[in-house]
């Protein structure tokens, strides 16, 4: 990429120069303005303001000379017109992450305006981070936004050695965007399957149950927090010496804190990167009951649906592989699901228990492991 000091600037006149600057301020405060409303309430109308901004700050800066940082605008403006086309959905990650660009390029041309020099590696850097965040889907779009702005930690108070920095940061994240973290969890999921004494049977045919109910509840949980909470919940089991089965209210102190170490360490693994904090919710609440004898205490509408989701998966999965030694796998599934009835308004919340039913009435096949 070209200088941005381009020499074209330095031979404006100071009043041009200075209107200029007051153009691009005032583009920055339609944009806070255009952020503030689409955090309340998505209106089409607000996302062309935004797109309009945008395309104005970039005209301009072609007009005086500062191309570079009219080619980041140009990413920007593509990232708006995303959202203005309906290819994707705007959040407020996205916002945060578009309003936090803008404020470091107003920074820049305010030290072009007083006569600082800006450097090559501040506009790449910037132009980096918004293609990566750019080139992202929609189901990890947000993730993207974050981490590029977590990787953009400090260029507000700029040095060169922070400008490297930034750049390696972005590159590492560039490298970890191949790595299929889903994939690896089940990969984890699976090894400890393999490492059990116990029966575990299908664990592809549960995840698709749990996605089964999550679909017929209209989506409480993303899929993929879902998966993800599926395949790591045991995890935390193999680093605690005494096997958790079915702990409530009236436990032993040290069975439920045995219950509690498991569920943290397991919900653990997933907070390490951040990415995943929806699925560490998920485990931590895997073991509460919709009446509310749970370890944690937690009661009907205040356990999250995954949750409910993931004890329903565990409680099928036992008692249909022990009813599958003694029967063919369609009466295991009937006997299965009659048991969960037994549980329900107890241990279950009857909404997902008739979802469940309702999944083995129409297709019993989908329910044998």
């Given at each position: 990429?070209?200088?941005a000091n381009d020499?074209?600037f330095?031979?404006?006149?100071d009043e041009?120069?200075?209107e200029?600057?007051?153009?691009v301020k005032?583009?920055?405060?339609?944009?806070?303005?255009c952020f503030?409303?689409?955090?309340?309430?998505?209106d089409?109308e607000?996302?062309?303001?935004?797109f309009r901004a945008?395309?104005?700050?970039k005209?301009?800066?072609?007009?005086v000379f500062?191309?570079?940082?009219a080619?980041?605008?140009h990413r920007?403006?593509?990232?708006v017109d995303q959202?203005?086309k309906?290819?994707?959905?705007y959040?407020p990650?996205?916002g945060?992450?578009i309003?936090f660009?803008?404020?470091r390029?107003?920074?820049l041309?305010?030290?072009?305006v007083?006569?600082?020099?800006?450097?090559s590696s501040?506009?790449?850097?910037?132009?980096?981070?918004?293609?990566?965040v750019?080139?992202?889907?929609?189901s990890?779009?947000d993730?993207?936004a974050?981490?590029?702005?977590?990787?953009?930690?400090?260029?507000?108070t700029v040095?060169?050695s922070i400008?490297?920095s930034?750049?390696d940061?972005l590159?590492?994240?560039?490298?970890?965007?191949d790595f299929?973290?889903?994939g690896?969890?089940?990969?984890?999921?699976k090894?400890l399957?393999s490492?059990?004494?116990?029966?575990q049977?299908d664990?592809?045919?549960?995840?698709?149950?749990?996605?089964?109910?999550n679909k017929?509840l209209?989506?409480?949980?993303s899929?993929?927090?879902l998966?993800?909470?599926?395949s790591f919940?045991n995890?935390?089991?193999k680093f605690?010496p005494?096997?958790?089965?079915d702990?409530?209210?009236e436990s032993?102190e040290?069975?439920k804190?045995?219950a509690k170490?498991?569920?943290?360490l397991s919900?653990?693994?997933?907070k390490l990167?951040g990415k995943?904090?929806?699925a560490?919710k998920?485990i931590?609440c895997?073991?509460?009951?919709f009446?509310?004898?749970?370890?944690?205490g937690?009661?009907?509408?205040d356990?999250p649906a995954?949750?409910m989701i993931?004890?329903?998966l565990?409680f099928y999965?036992?008692?249909?592989l022990r009813?599958?030694?003694?029967?063919?796998p369609?009466?295991a599934?009937a006997?299965t699901?009659?048991?969960i009835n037994?549980?329900s308004?107890?241990?279950?919340d009857?909404?997902?228990?008739?979802?469940?039913t309702?999944?083995?009435?129409?297709?019993?096949?989908?329910?044998?492991l």
């Amino acid at each position: 990429m070209s200088e941005a000091n381009d020499q074209g600037f330095q031979h404006l006149s100071d009043e041009l120069k200075t209107e200029f600057y007051s153009s691009v301020k005032e583009a920055m405060e339609e944009l806070d303005h255009c952020f503030s409303s689409l955090n309340c309430n998505y209106d089409p109308e607000i996302v062309n303001q935004m797109f309009r901004a945008v395309h104005s700050v970039k005209g301009n800066c072609h007009m005086v000379f500062l191309d570079s940082i009219a080619d980041v605008c140009h990413r920007l403006e593509d990232l708006v017109d995303q959202f203005r086309k309906g290819k994707l959905f705007y959040t407020p990650v996205q916002g945060e992450f578009i309003a936090f660009v803008f404020t470091r390029l107003e920074q820049l041309v305010a030290d072009r305006v007083n006569g600082i020099a800006i450097n090559s590696s501040d506009i790449d850097l910037l132009e980096k981070g918004v293609l990566q965040v750019l080139k992202s889907d929609q189901s990890s779009r947000d993730d993207a936004a974050q981490a590029t702005l977590e990787s953009f930690s400090g260029i507000l108070t700029v040095t060169q050695s922070i400008n490297d920095s930034v750049l390696d940061k972005l590159e590492a994240q560039e490298q970890l965007k191949d790595f299929d973290d889903l994939g690896f969890m089940e990969k984890i999921a699976k090894i400890l399957q393999s490492k059990s004494i116990q029966q575990q049977g299908d664990l592809s045919k549960l995840i698709s149950i749990g996605s089964s109910l999550n679909k017929k509840l209209e989506y409480p949980e993303s899929d993929d927090q879902l998966m993800a909470a599926f395949s790591f919940q045991n995890l935390g089991s193999k680093f605690v010496p005494s096997p958790v089965f079915d702990i409530g209210l009236e436990s032993a102190e040290w069975e439920k804190a045995k219950a509690k170490e498991q569920l943290e360490l397991s919900a653990g693994f997933l907070k390490l990167g951040g990415k995943w904090l929806g699925a560490s919710k998920l485990i931590e609440c895997s073991f509460e009951r919709f009446d509310g004898r749970g370890p944690y205490g937690k009661k009907g509408k205040d356990i999250p649906a995954g949750s409910m989701i993931l004890s329903m998966l565990k409680f099928y999965q036992q008692n249909y592989l022990r009813l599958r030694k003694d029967h063919k796998p369609k009466i295991a599934v009937a006997k299965t699901i009659s048991r969960i009835n037994s549980e329900s308004g107890y241990r279950f919340d009857p909404k997902f228990v008739e979802l469940l039913t309702q999944l083995g009435h129409s297709d019993p096949h989908k329910l044998t492991l």
